[in-house]
């Protein structure tokens, strides 16, 4: 018993195939990189957040390495000196940052019943840049905290020139 195997491809599929490739060919490639924000973006996403009142700095511990390969998963630990007493405690703690696509990275709500005035996470930063969190107590006082972190780039990831 002899089988044939027929090819179904009509020269009219093939030609508007072809043309179909031809006109991809001929579209120009956009690639778009998000826009970083700046130091000045992360002024204006404080002055946001505190409006007229004054940031004091000092209560506010912030721990980031100073140094990172990897800027995808960079730990982060936010701890705020705050007995968490009914009368006396973190509202919210807000992350800041001078160089990812947004200023703001986080917003973490708190109340007296939280027992200690810490958050922990991993974040991400596309550059070296400067990292401030800032604090709201419950006697509706500000109070920040910064730290300079060194992004490195992978081996992987460098542009060969």
């Given at each position: 018993?002899?089988?044939?195997?027929?090819?179904?491809?009509?020269?009219?599929?093939?030609?508007?195939?072809?043309?179909?490739?031809?006109?991809?060919?001929?579209?120009?490639?956009?690639?778009?990189?998000?826009?970083?924000?700046?130091?000045?973006?992360?002024?204006?996403?404080?002055?946001?957040?505190?409006?007229?009142?004054?940031?004091?700095?000092?209560?506010?511990?912030?721990?980031?390495?100073?140094?990172?390969?990897?800027?995808?998963?960079?730990?982060?630990?936010?701890?705020?000196?705050?007995?968490?007493?009914?009368?006396?405690?973190?509202?919210?703690?807000?992350?800041?940052?001078?160089?990812?696509?947004?200023?703001?990275?986080?917003?973490?709500?708190?109340?007296?019943?939280?027992?200690?005035?810490?958050?922990?996470?991993r974040i991400r930063l596309?550059?070296?840049?400067?990292?401030?969190?800032?604090?709201?107590?419950?006697?509706?006082?500000?109070?920040?905290?910064?730290?300079?972190?060194?992004?490195?780039?992978?081996?992987?990831t460098e542009e060969v020139?």
């Amino acid at each position: 018993m002899k089988m044939m195997f027929r090819n179904h491809i009509s020269r009219r599929h093939l030609l508007q195939f072809a043309s179909s490739a031809a006109v991809c060919s001929a579209l120009p490639v956009v690639t778009t990189r998000p826009m970083s924000a700046t130091p000045a973006m992360l002024a204006s996403a404080i002055r946001d957040l505190v409006g007229e009142a004054t940031v004091k700095v000092g209560k506010v511990k912030l721990e980031i390495p100073p140094l990172v390969e990897n800027g995808n998963t960079v730990p982060m630990t936010v701890t705020i000196d705050s007995p968490m007493t009914s009368d006396d405690y973190v509202k919210s703690i807000h992350v800041f940052n001078e160089k990812n696509p947004q200023p703001n990275i986080g917003n973490f709500h708190l109340g007296p019943r939280a027992g200690r005035a810490k958050v922990a996470t991993r974040i991400r930063l596309a550059d070296s840049q400067k990292v401030t969190a800032v604090a709201q107590l419950s006697d509706g006082s500000f109070w920040s905290g910064s730290v300079d972190v060194i992004v490195t780039l992978a081996a992987c990831t460098e542009e060969v020139p």
